[in-house]
């Protein structure tokens, strides 16, 4: 969209309106409606569980009746569905719109293999992960048979401070993020690093040794190994390993971050157009 126009007739008909791309006069009130949608639309996924109408208005700060509106015309378009209590959730026409555009994504391509390779080879949770709209989100991931297969989803998005992918954002590619991934970072367990100066020794340290850890420091119990991806030099993605602290301790965690990197250079091989050899045995 341009900036509001002037030159929509003398009559004023169009006075209150934006161009589009090809210069056509589109009513303010009409964009104005569609931002409301959205808001509602990334307030149901934020929610990560269903969220009746009084719910959805307050989060999306929009009066009752005009977020009862909207979810209405979203449902008839299967953008959201209701559930048995006529709360509303994401609806399986977002959900395959979203599902389509990381299946159009190269990184997601090029790592879906050496995901599933992965997972089978540990028997855990392998995830892909990048910045998208300056978050870190999932992009992919391949369940293991261990701890915590359902979470998180793809497409949610994680936090800088307490992850390992995080880690490693921090370490090559800060500057995608700004002001270390969030405003305020949250302390999700006494393990999580909220300060600079702890933020700047993890990205130190992963600089040095080309891969993160994150020993229970955004989800109790949780343990994760992860390497950067590169293409041309460049962090485009990171792989994690996901396990219980315990489960971790029993791999190892020199092994599963020998495997991470490995597998890492694999899926940066393939997205340069490199034949990159298979995991094959222990490493």
């Given at each position: 969209?341009?900036?509001?126009?002037?030159?929509?007739?003398?009559?004023?008909?169009?006075?209150?309106?934006?161009?589009?791309?090809?210069?056509?006069?589109?009513?303010?009130?009409?964009?104005?409606s569609l931002d409301k949608a959205i808001d509602i639309l990334l307030e149901l996924q934020r929610a990560g569980s269903p969220l009746g109408v009084t719910a959805a208005a307050r989060a999306a700060g929009l009066p009752k009746s005009s977020a009862h509106r909207l979810l209405q015309?979203?449902?008839?378009?299967?953008?959201?569905?209701?559930?048995?209590?006529?709360?509303?959730?994401?609806?399986?026409?977002?959900?395959?719109?979203?599902?389509?555009?990381?299946?159009?994504?190269?990184?997601?391509?090029?790592?879906?293999?050496?995901?599933?390779?992965?997972?089978?080879?540990?028997?855990?949770?392998?995830?892909?992960?990048?910045?998208?709209?300056?978050?870190?989100?999932?992009?992919?991931?391949?369940?293991?048979?261990?701890?915590?297969?359902?979470?998180?989803?793809?497409?949610?998005?994680?936090?800088?401070?307490a992850t390992a992918v995080g880690k490693l954002q921090l370490a090559f590619a800060p500057d995608e993020l700004g002001s270390m991934g969030e405003p305020v970072r949250e302390r999700?367990?006494?393990?999580?690093?909220?300060?600079?100066?702890?933020?700047?020794?993890?990205?130190?340290?992963?600089?040095?040794?080309?891969?993160?850890?994150?020993?229970?420091?955004?989800?109790?119990?949780?343990?994760?190994?992860?390497?950067?991806?590169?293409?041309?030099?460049?962090?485009?993605?990171?792989?994690?390993?996901?396990?219980?602290?315990?489960?971790?301790?029993?791999?190892?965690?020199?092994?599963?971050?020998?495997?991470?990197?490995?597998?890492?250079?694999?899926?940066?091989?393939?997205?340069?157009?490199?034949?990159?050899?298979?995991?094959?045995?222990?490493?």
């Open positions: 969209m341009s900036e509001q126009s002037s030159n929509f007739g003398a009559s004023g008909e169009y006075a209150n309106a934006v161009a589009d791309r090809d210069g056509a006069a589109v009513p303010i009130e009409a964009s104005s015309g979203l449902a008839r378009r299967g953008l959201v569905e209701q559930d048995a209590q006529g709360r509303y959730r994401p609806g399986f026409v977002l959900v395959a719109l979203g599902l389509g555009a990381l299946e159009t994504d190269p990184v997601v391509g090029a790592a879906r293999p050496v995901l599933e390779e992965e997972a089978a080879a540990l028997g855990e949770t392998v995830f892909l992960t990048a910045v998208r709209g300056g978050r870190i989100a999932v992009l992919a991931k391949t369940e293991g048979t261990g701890f915590l297969r359902a979470a998180p989803q793809v497409g949610s998005t994680v936090p800088t401070h999700f367990t006494a393990r999580t690093a909220t300060s600079a100066a702890e933020l700047e020794l993890a990205a130190a340290d992963a600089r040095r040794t080309g891969w993160a850890t994150n020993r229970e420091e955004w989800i109790p119990g949780l343990a994760v190994v992860a390497a950067p991806v590169f293409r041309s030099g460049r962090l485009v993605a990171a792989l994690a390993v996901a396990a219980s602290s315990a489960r971790l301790d029993e791999l190892g965690v020199e092994r599963v971050a020998r495997r991470a990197v490995a597998a890492a250079e694999r899926i940066g091989a393939r997205l340069a157009g490199e034949c990159a050899p298979s995991a094959g045995g222990d490493r």
